[in-house]
């Protein structure tokens, strides 16, 4: 065995990885070569300094660090969501956004969409650093509305028409449904940039992610992560949640549409005139609750599409939740 | 060794899970990219980079890959693409070693880091053997895990961290000329 070899035995024999013959030529090799003697004595040092190298640390806890960009990540998502989805009805004829007879209709269609650009702005500023790939089909605001539904998120939305707490809103610590939910807020200042000044979704891009918009009227557009916990496990205290979007309401709670469309796209859920209407893929209504008294403060769709759960806050503050089964035409309250 | 059961549920979709998993990985992959950028405040932005990733890819990580070593190929590829530093790096491939020659003209270049710490002669090795010498030494890779992080050969593997190492005796044998240490 020559010199070289012997390196090459040396070399694994730091790692362990000689059979046991192997390593005995290499010893009887190293007996009799001072050279390869020293130098096995060096490999073994360097490896042993290699092994105490420091194991450091990082000196902040890097996901809390993080947590405010995978929250963004999420709204991005939702944005898609809502691009998705506002297609799709914007697709189908007579649907309920566009001949709802509501007061507010219009502009809160375009409130919508300014939430949208928006939230597209921010997302195509932050994922120009992240993942630029994701993010080609919602960051284009002047497409929102005639996006195809078919770019692609089946993800589950809930939005709602509030008054909201941003802190409240975007603290999500709390074991209730403020927890799955992300939202993004769009102070009503900047929907009303959007109505006079399309051109500024630059600036309602920034003022979707001030965190102290607190005061005023605004509106919360909701989105869960891909799975939608909250809405199978999620909400079990009513009252707990009402800081959650609707407090500090200062208008009745009149509302134009709001819409989520179900995780496999087969189902559209409309809240319009004070009541939920599931309208399936072809436009058919599949169901239509009773009139609520009050307004709505979240709703969303199981993952597997199965149930449709919507929360009403009533006037005094109360909570009801309603679970709608789009298949046999049934709701239960909970 | 992360739990499977909980890499399963953040790969369908819990996000408690996910962050769970992520804090139980960042302290590897800042380590990783702390060795491979060579400062803290890089290494923070790398890490938190590829936590990030982590988290809107964890739909992609296809189970008959080792989680470990999916994460670290996520962490050396962003150091390696996004962190590359300018800094002059000894090329290996021009230094063939010659195991006999004491006074051969590695001795020179290595000669420069006599005084130098061994982490700073780490930071100077070429990307892809610095690479393999922080799996095998901070992550306690095996060959093949160090294969299927780097998305490299085993062969090569193993020639990169033999040459690595290699080259690294040669500072300690400085320090032990110069006297500097022991």
Redesign the interface.
């Known amino acids: 065995m020559n010199?070289?070899e012997v390196?090459?035995y040396m070399?694994?024999e730091?790692?362990g990885?000689l059979t046991e013959f192997e390593s005995a030529k290499a010893r009887e090799h190293i007996r009799q070569c001072a050279?390869c003697a020293a130098?096995f004595e060096?490999?073994k040092?360097?490896?042993a300094?290699?092994?105490s190298?420091p194991?450091?640390?990082?000196?902040i806890?890097?996901?809390d660090?993080?947590?405010p960009?995978?929250d963004e990540?999420?709204r991005v998502k939702a944005a898609a969501s809502a691009d998705a989805g506002a297609a799709e009805l914007a697709g189908s004829a007579g649907s309920p956004a566009r001949t709802a007879p509501r007061r507010r209709n219009n502009r809160f269609s375009l409130r919508i969409l300014s939430g949208v650009v928006a939230a597209g702005v921010v997302a195509g500023i932050f994922f120009a650093t992240?993942?630029p790939d994701?993010l080609s089909d919602s960051f284009s605001g002047d497409r929102a509305a005639k996006e195809s539904a078919s770019s692609g998120s089946s993800e589950p939305m809930l939005m709602m028409d509030a008054a909201a707490d941003s802190t409240d809103a975007q603290d999500g610590s709390d074991v209730s449904m403020k927890e799955?939910f992300h939202l993004t807020e769009v102070r009503d200042q900047s929907g009303q940039a959007m109505e006079s000044s399309p051109g500024s979704a630059g600036r309602s891009g920034d003022s979707a992610t001030d965190a102290d918009a607190g005061s005023g009227e605004g509106d919360v557009r909701m989105a869960p992560?891909?799975?939608l916990?909250g809405v199978n496990v999620g909400i079990e205290s009513p009252e707990d949640d009402v800081q959650m979007g609707v407090a500090g309401f200062t208008e009745e709670p009149a509302f134009g549409p709001v819409e989520s469309v179900s995780p496999d796209g087969s189902y559209i859920a409309v809240f319009s005139e004070s009541r939920v209407i599931i309208y399936d893929r072809d436009g058919n209504t599949r169901f239509e609750s009773e009139e609520r008294q009050g307004s709505i403060a979240a709703m969303g769709w199981s993952?597997d599409g199965a149930f449709f759960r919507y929360e009403i806050r009533r006037e005094d503050g109360a909570g009801e939740i309603y679970r709608i089964n789009p298949a046999d035409g049934t709701e239960t309250k909970e | 060794m992360v739990e499977p059961s909980l890499i399963r549920a953040a790969r369908e979709g819990d996000r408690e899970a996910l962050i769970t998993l992520l804090r139980e990985i960042e302290t590897h992959v800042y380590r990783t990219a702390y060795y491979l950028v060579g400062n803290e405040q890089d290494a923070m932005d790398a890490a938190q980079e590829a936590l990030i990733r982590i988290y809107t890819k964890i739909g992609s990580y296809e189970e008959k890959a080792q989680f470990k070593t999916w994460v670290q190929r996520i962490v050396t590829n962003i150091c390696i693409d996004k962190f590359r530093r300018n800094k002059p790096t000894v090329s290996i491939e021009e230094h063939e070693m010659v195991f006999e020659g004491r006074d051969s003209v590695e001795g020179e270049v290595m000669a420069a880091y006599a005084a130098k710490d061994i982490r700073e002669a780490i930071d100077r090795l070429p990307e892809h053997h610095r690479a393999v010498v922080v799996l095998r030494y901070l992550q306690d890779f095996s060959y093949n895990e160090i294969a299927d992080s780097l998305d490299l050969p085993l062969n090569t593997v193993k020639s990169y961290l033999f040459r690595a190492r290699q080259q690294l005796q040669v500072l300690l044998r400085d320090y032990q000329k110069g006297g500097v240490r022991g």
């Not at chain 1, 194991?55 to 000196?59: A, E, F, M, S």
């Open positions: 010199c070289q390196m090459e070399q694994r730091l790692d990885d050279e130098m060096r490999l040092r360097l490896s300094e290699l092994e190298l194991k450091v640390t990082p000196p806890s890097l996901v660090a993080i947590l960009k995978l990540i999420d992240y993942d994701r799955s992560p891909a799975v916990q993952e």
